[in-house]
């Protein structure tokens, strides 16, 4: 079995960081969103929020490519440590679901956000986008979840962390 260079595992540990770094305004934005009960209340939200919006929508976007590099670098010293198994297939296959569907969740909070800036908007369809947006990321929590605990359980089995910082030696 072959190593990956160190080069390349610098990369993957580097496009982490770069991802968290670029989807924590996501984050910020996602404590923020109104519920789905007034189509009103979500258009006054993406008119009050635009430039929040905007620049969470553009970091998470850009954000994609360090989740891809990392995601490759994840995988390869998955298999390193743990073969063809499940936890590698596990995180893949889970990391792909999140990608795919926070992709589509994304691109409807874009057009909502472009719609409700638009003097002629249409509140109904801006609610509608906006909730095709949380009906499509809310179920891939799971996999999220899924991914970054197979990636929490590698770093804790490869030693990325110094000994002792968890309580144990």
């Given at each position: 079995?072959?190593?990956?260079?160190?080069r390349?595992?610098?990369?993957g540990?580097?496009?982490?960081?770069?991802?968290?770094?670029?989807?924590?305004?996501?984050?910020v934005?996602?404590?923020?969103?109104?519920?789905?009960?007034?189509?009103?209340?979500?258009?006054?939200?993406y008119?009050?929020?635009?430039?929040?919006?905007?620049?969470?929508?553009?970091?998470?976007?850009?954000?994609?490519?360090?989740f891809l590099?990392?995601?490759?670098?994840l995988?390869?010293?998955?298999?390193?440590?743990e073969?063809s198994?499940?936890?590698?297939?596990?995180?893949?296959?889970?990391?792909?679901?999140l990608?795919t569907?926070?992709?589509?969740?994304?691109?409807?909070?874009?057009a909502?956000?472009?719609?409700?800036a638009?003097?002629t908007s249409?509140?109904?369809?801006?609610?509608?986008?906006?909730?095709?947006?949380?009906?499509?990321?809310?179920?891939?929590?799971?996999?999220?979840?899924?991914?970054?605990?197979?990636?929490?359980?590698l770093?804790?089995?490869?030693?990325?962390?110094?000994?002792?910082?968890?309580?144990?030696?």
């Amino acid at each position: 079995m072959t190593t990956t260079p160190t080069r390349w595992r610098r990369w993957g540990g580097v496009s982490g960081v770069a991802l968290a770094v670029l989807w924590a305004p996501m984050g910020v934005v996602v404590w923020q969103l109104p519920d789905l009960s007034s189509a009103a209340e979500i258009e006054r939200f993406y008119r009050g929020h635009a430039a929040l919006l905007t620049m969470a929508l553009g970091q998470a976007s850009v954000g994609f490519f360090f989740f891809l590099a990392f995601l490759g670098a994840l995988v390869e010293r998955l298999r390193q440590r743990e073969g063809s198994g499940p936890l590698t297939w596990v995180a893949f296959g889970s990391a792909l679901m999140l990608m795919t569907s926070l992709n589509i969740a994304l691109g409807l909070a874009a057009a909502a956000r472009l719609l409700a800036a638009a003097s002629t908007s249409d509140t109904e369809l801006a609610y509608a986008l906006h909730t095709g947006a949380f009906v499509a990321a809310a179920p891939v929590a799971f996999a999220g979840t899924a991914f970054f605990l197979a990636a929490a359980l590698l770093s804790f089995r490869a030693g990325v962390f110094p000994a002792g910082w968890h309580g144990r030696p």
